[in-house]
């Protein structure tokens, strides 16, 4: 690590915050060779460094059924792609906002808030796409649960479409989720990044928001339902579920 002159490390940090960039922070003093100060700067927290990178798609989005390449690309590439972009500049802008001792906290508040939201974005926009791709057969350990919790799988995906099809038109997640609290498997419903039930770990994760589908099917929701469940990637959503913690 290279090291710096006082001067220059509170320069640099007027500049950063000035900027809305993370700048430097400043930890330990020394006397160089020339008898001046110096001290050795230091990376943000890694909570605050913003180094999140989005995860390309790992399927052929020319392939699905009844779900446009146009679509995903858009999706993928503005929607997701931007909630990481904006997470990052969120958890630098703290790290800056943290060096203004006089901010009053409900000005960071708002920015906290922020960081909520594009983190449930990112989570539940990856586990959304990793959940894409396959055939639609389920199987495995995640049919297991589900006929543990639902009864049947077409008990299952009666109650999961109801579920989405009660965010069309607005916004939201449609979640099947394991409860680590509680034990239990069910469909939760989300309004918005900010809902999760408490303790739940996504098994197979629906984006209900109108970019998720207003450029194929316009407002019929519920045909864009019927084709996610096309396209699940059950293994994948196998692989969550055999992650789980054993209880
Ligand atoms: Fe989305």
Do not use: C
């Not at 906002?97 to 974005?121: C, F, N, Q, W």
């Not at 639609?136 to 919790?149: M, N, Q, Y």
């Not at 629906?206 to 316009?218: R, S, T």
């Amino acid at each position: 690590m290279s090291i710096v002159t006082r001067r220059d490390a509170i320069k640099g940090i007027t500049a950063g915050i000035a900027a809305g960039s993370a700048g430097l922070a400043v930890s330990g003093t020394s006397s160089s060779a020339e008898g001046e100060a110096t001290v050795t700067p230091v990376q943000a927290a890694r909570a605050f460094r913003g180094e999140h990178q989005p995860k390309p798609l790992a399927f052929d989005p020319a392939k699905l059924k009844g779900l446009s390449e146009k679509l995903l690309r858009s999706h993928h590439e503005n929607n997701y792609t931007g909630a990481v972009k904006a997470l990052n500049a969120v958890e630098q802008r703290l790290d800056a906002m943290m060096k203004d001792k006089d901010l009053p906290a409900y000005v960071y508040g708002d920015l906290k808030r922020e960081e909520l939201i594009r983190t449930g974005s990112v989570v539940l926009h990856e586990h959304y796409f990793a959940n894409l791709g396959g055939d639609g057969k389920s199987g495995g350990a995640v049919l297991d649960l589900i006929k543990t919790w639902f009864g049947s799988y077409e008990q299952w995906e009666a109650e999961f479409k109801r579920t989405a099809n009660a965010l069309g038109g607005g916004s939201g997640w449609a979640i099947l989720a394991y409860n680590a609290h509680t034990g239990e498997a069910h469909n939760y419903w989300a309004w918005d990044h900010m809902h999760n039930a408490p303790m739940s770990r996504p098994l197979l994760v629906l984006d209900m928001y109108e970019h998720a589908y207003h450029m194929d099917y316009g407002a019929a929701a519920a045909k864009y339902v019927d084709a996610f469940l096309q396209n699940v990637n059950w293994e994948e959503v196998n692989r969550r579920t055999e992650a789980l913690p054993k209880s």
